[in-house]
């Protein structure tokens, strides 16, 4: 995949398509230079959940997954997608459900720390803002689903 489809895959994510134009494109590059990406298996685990003290997160780029929570029915997610967020936003810092492969991924696997202090070197405080909200209410979407 080559860093322009990437760029254009990321744009697509939910979160990232409803923001401004120009936070969108400063959000786009940021996840894009997160690091490299990478295939994961049919059948990784990339959360459990009950997890803590994790700082992951990962933007699915190409590939399906399985989103396992307690007392709930599996929710597939289908690239592009960015996992992880919801434990950003949880006051025990807790994993809220397991999340596995259900086909070959792409990914882009960073840590929020990374990714939280290049949008503070970036962004301007509104556009940091604007993007925070946008995270939280992608959350708050997943948690419901």
């Known amino acids: 995949m080559t860093a322009d489809v990437v760029k254009r895959t990321i744009g697509n994510i939910s979160f990232v398509a409803g923001l401004d134009a120009k936070t969108r494109d400063h959000v786009i590059t940021l996840l894009a230079n997160l690091g490299p990406a990478e295939k994961l298996s049919k059948g990784s685990t990339l959360f459990r959940a009950g997890e803590t003290a994790t700082d992951d997160g990962v933007v699915i780029l190409q590939g399906e997954l399985s989103v396992l929570k307690m007392n709930a029915p599996e929710v597939i997610a289908v690239a592009p997608e960015l996992m992880g967020e919801m434990q950003q936003f949880n006051p025990r810092k807790e994993r809220t459900a397991t999340v596995v492969a259900n086909t070959d991924l792409l990914a882009i696997r960073f840590k ?27 959350a708050w979407q997943h948690f419901t689903q």
């Open 112 to 138: 929020w720390a990374s990714f939280k202090a290049a949008a503070n070197q970036t962004l301007k405080p509104d556009e940091n803002a604007a993007l925070m909200q946008a995270l939280q209410d992608y």
